[in-house]
């Protein structure tokens, strides 16, 4: 009676596509972790400690001097003297950041100190305040564009709620699209901003572009 032989099969483990991203995740954090190590390595706990109060002393600062020209800008424009809770120096900085840039929004600058000197201390526990500064960043941008794209140059802070640099890149965006060309295209930021602050925000930009083409599907019928 012949015997059968019969050789051992190889099989290779197979990897589901959810084992991969998983696997890719992990090696994503690990990686993370690994890049935040080596740069609370590179800085010993005196020097963090020392970069947080100079962020902070240099964001209560400009805090100080941002809002108090808020008040005080036009007594300053004056030339009878120094308003501004900052002295020179406080007024100098504010008039920049208010009046030549950004405007109202100028305050965001101050706030991004003050969450850079708690991440100086906390290290890779901070990660995730990273983002709030990068909304706060956008929100300055978009915030003096947009004051500048619907004010205008008012004479606020010697140029406008929007900062000179709001106002100036309102009027050379709107000579080449146009005016409403700028509404839409402030409409189309402000959605943006809100999606990426919290994407449930498209949730309801469906809903109501829905009820908007129900409307006009409507108003479509009755005509026809």
């Known amino acids: 009676m012949a015997k059968s032989s019969s050789k051992p099969v190889d099989r290779k483990p197979t990897t589901t596509p959810r084992a991969k991203q998983t696997a890719g995740a992990r090696g994503g954090e690990?990686?993370?972790v690994r890049r935040e190590a080596k740069i609370r390595l590179t800085l010993t706990e005196s020097q963090r400690w020392v970069i947080c109060f100079i962020l902070l002393f240099m964001s209560a600062?400009?805090?100080?001097?941002?809002?108090?020209?808020?008040?005080?800008w036009?007594?300053?424009q004056m030339?009878?003297?120094v308003a501004n809770s900052g002295g020179s120096w406080g007024l100098k900085i504010a008039s920049k950041l208010v009046g030549d840039w950004f405007g109202l929004f100028a305050l965001c600058i101050p706030a991004i100190g003050f969450i850079l000197a708690y991440v100086a201390v906390r290290g890779n526990r901070g990660g995730m305040l990273m983002r709030t500064v990068k909304i706060l960043v956008a929100a300055m941008l978009i915030g003096s564009f947009?004051?500048?794209?619907v004010l205008g140059a008012d004479g606020s802070f010697g140029s406008g709620?929007?900062?000179?640099?709001g106002i100036d890149v309102a009027r050379w965006i709107e000579q080449y699209i146009g005016n409403v060309g700028?509404?839409?295209?402030?409409?189309m930021l402000w959605i943006l901003f809100a999606v990426y602050v919290n994407s449930k925000t498209i949730n309801t930009v469906n809903k109501v572009a829905s009820k908007g083409v129900d409307l006009f599907r409507r108003h479509d019928g009755e005509q026809g």
């Open 30 to 32: 690990k990686e993370k």
């Open 61 to 72: 600062f400009v805090t100080l001097s941002v809002v108090s020209h808020y008040f005080t």
């Open 74 to 76: 036009r007594a300053d």
């Open 79 to 81: 030339g009878l003297g």
């Open 146 to 149: 947009s004051l500048g794209a």
């Open 161 to 165: 709620l929007g900062g000179k640099m």
């Open 182 to 187: 700028l509404w839409l295209l402030l409409l």
